[in-house]
């Protein structure tokens, strides 16, 4: 039976050789993310190659699309309610029944949350007036998967995002967005526990209908 000889000293890359392969992997990365990965995806164009390569505008379109929405769901979320006060002479047995009420809806969700979500399909409509802006969010677990398609009557923005529960300011997760579709169809695993779902812009300068199709593991549709 024959092994293969080992290399000799002579054979192997010296340390320069090394200093001098890694020296022009990180010029080619630094490259690549100046002239590629910051106009396609922030719309910053420091080398100005990006224009010409429709680089800068696809990315420009992301971070619209991406401010948009977060403006949107700041918009949209409502302020929170001023805490009742408490009778401090409420009665020993209503206290003890607000105790229990409390603890059982505690032991209700943490059971509910450990609970694997079971595969359901759904189909959601929203109408939008011209410049008109609308999201619908699924609940999902971390790596659970959806299959959707949907379908619009005109050219709508479109940004297909998720958010964990209380994230930081002008937090989102993007997965895929585009400018003036009147439809997509795919898949996408979630990136985290949270909500997951499309923001859709009418531009189109009359009534547009969205209509989605989703099926996979989520726990609800949240629509306006």
Known sequence: MYNTDL??????PSSRQLLRSTAIAVVAAAGILVTIVLPAEYGIDP??????LGLTEMGEIKMQLAAEAAADRA??????ASAPATSPAAAPDQRSSL???VFARLVIGSAA??????ARSDETTIALRPNQGLEVKLEMRRGARVAYTWSATGPVNFD???EPPNPPRNFSHSYRNGRGSSGEQGDFTAA?????GWFWRNRSGRDVTVTL???GDYQRVIRP
């Open 99 to 101: 105790i229990g009420t």
């Open 213 to 215: 199709r989703t099926n």
């Open 113 to 118: 949350a450990q609970a694997a979500p079971a």
């Open 7 to 12: 290399p000799t000293r002579a054979e192997l």
């Open 47 to 52: 080398t100005g190659i990006g224009r010409p």
């Open 75 to 80: 918009a949209s979320q409502p302020q929170p």
């Open 192 to 196: 985290f526990d949270g909500t997951h």
């Open 160 to 162: 297909l995002h998720g």
